[in-house]
């Protein structure tokens, strides 16, 4: 079946998710629902998957502009099979594979079976499926393995609404038979031209409709309204733990958000609460959490997060120790053995090997050596009002606590900053540098003030 077209409908506007935004644009842990429909129509189809857009067709458009894909437009929204048949221009030769930018949880597996069982009985296929909850969705009628017909939900009788068979959607239309569609109308209650209207007009003409059975429902959700989102974000989640756990990483709780991109090695541990999110890797024998969030962030072996942590648009090494409560901000580059404690945050700036800020301070665009100390307090001071401004801090220097470095700045290798020091001139290779005020001593003041009364 190299032949195979793939054509996934997302043009439908989505008005049950009461929303701005196109159905499919929403998110389920960190992609795109449609995102998980091109990437599966990818794995079978390398040359021909065609995307139907046409509410926020743009939004869609531009999204998968990297994904190969070609777009076909559906103006106005007029049913399934419309949809379908606007991209009958674009379809090379062969059978068509309907997938729906609504159903994002199908997996390889399951496809893989229903192509299997295509291979084998070649007719029109759907896809169907048994919910306890049938509302919402197309009720199949069929006498063993065929179907007689697809009912919707707003054309059903009372009776009809009793089915639990249900349609996915996802359908396989031979080749031969796809002029039936031309043949579908929309003399129906919502005006609309339904794909599942193919099986009785196909019946009719003695063309045999198959149902292909699948027995787990929650991988053919279909995500109309927020509610389901929901459903299908929990699902998806807790595949996305499976597989880490799967690749050997501990999970010490189900409640634990990682967004769909991440990759996790082998040992790593991920204490309760913990997002780790958008474009981030985690190395090997790495602990994580509890209550900590990652965003972006590359992270090596043997690292240590504690909790209460935030670190985004960050690059972290190896042997690395961070938090509990620190924050570390975009283009952070922390390297290896560097140790950041609590209520330290650091924003665009290097710390190479070895360095430590234990404490409470701030370190904004600076560029500090290894085996540098910054003590408890220490603020890089790098916006004056209008511009930000650059402290350079050589290998080994040692900053007191409570120390000021007024940008732009450069502490020379070997340098000490006596704590307490504000520093507004350039200190040389190991010198030591105080600014603080001597201190004086007035004998016997305490006394007088009390005698005073
Ligand atoms: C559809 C099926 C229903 C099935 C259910 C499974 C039809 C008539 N109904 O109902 O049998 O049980 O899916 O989830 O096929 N779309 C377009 N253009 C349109 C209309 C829809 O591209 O003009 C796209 C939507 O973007 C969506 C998909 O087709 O991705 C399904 O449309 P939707 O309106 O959600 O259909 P359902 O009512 O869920
Ligand atoms: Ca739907």
Do not use: W
């Amino acid at each position: 079946m190299d032949d195979l077209n793939i054509v996934i409908l997302a043009a439908g506007e989505g008005k049950r998710m009461l929303s701005d935004r196109p159905k499919v644009m929403h998110e389920i842990m960190g992609k795109p629902m449609i995102s998980y429909v091109v990437d599966l129509a990818k794995k079978k189809s390398q040359e021909h998957v065609i995307v139907v857009t046409g509410s926020g067709r743009e939004e869609i458009e531009r999204y998968l502009s990297g994904y190969k894909v070609e777009f076909a437009f559906q103006r106005e929204q007029k049913g399934t099979a419309h949809a379908l048949l606007s991209s009958t221009t674009m379809l090379k030769r062969g059978d068509v594979l309907v997938l729906y930018g609504d159903v994002p949880l199908l997996t390889e597996s399951t496809l893989n079976d229903f192509l299997d069982f295509y291979r084998k009985n070649r007719a029109i296929l759907f896809l169907i499926t048994t919910v306890e909850k049938p509302e919402g969705y197309g009720r199949v009628i069929r006498r063993g393995a065929e179907i007689i017909r697809i009912v919707e939900e707003v054309e059903a009788t009372e009776e009809e609404k009793k089915i639990k068979e249900i349609n996915t959607g996802i359908c396989i239309i031979p080749e031969e038979h796809l002029p039936l569609l031309r043949v579908i109308d929309n003399r129906n209650r919502k005006g609309e031209y339904y794909l599942t209207d193919i099986c009785n007009i196909a019946r009719n003409r003695g063309i045999t409709v198959l149902a292909f059975d699948h027995p787990d429902a929650k991988e053919v959700l279909g995500i109309n309204n927020k509610k389901e989102l929901l459903v299908a974000q929990t699902i998806m989640r807790d595949r996305i733990l499976e597989r880490h756990m799967e690749n050997g990483v501990v999970m010490l709780d189900n409640n634990i958000y990682i967004e769909a991109s991440v990759s996790i090695g082998r040992d790593t541990t991920v204490f309760p609460n913990t997002y780790i999110l958008g474009d981030s890797s985690i190395g090997d024998h790495v602990v994580v959490g509890p209550n900590t969030m990652i965003r972006n962030t590359k992270i090596g072996n043997h690292v240590r997060i504690e909790g209460f942590s935030v670190i985004e648009g960050a690059e972290i090494a190896q042997d690395v120790t961070i938090g509990p409560f620190s924050r570390i901000r975009p283009k952070t580059i922390l390297q290896d053995g560097v140790k950041i404690g609590n209520f330290v945050e650091v924003k665009n700036s290097l710390l190479k090997r070895n360095t430590k800020a234990n404490h409470l301070s701030y370190i904004g665009d600076a560029e500090i050596g290894s085996d540098v100390n910054i003590g408890a307090g220490t603020i890089t001071c790098n916006y004056d009002g209008k511009r930000k401004h650059k402290t350079v801090i050589g290998d080994s220097v040692f900053v007191g606590s409570n120390t000021e470095l007024v940008a732009p700045v450069v502490i020379g290798r070997g340098a000490i900053i006596g704590a307490g020091s504000t520093i507004t001139k350039d200190v040389p290779e190991d010198a030591l540098a105080v600014s603080r005020s001597p201190q004086r001593h007035i004998e016997g003041y305490g006394q007088k003030k009390r005698g005073k009364g």
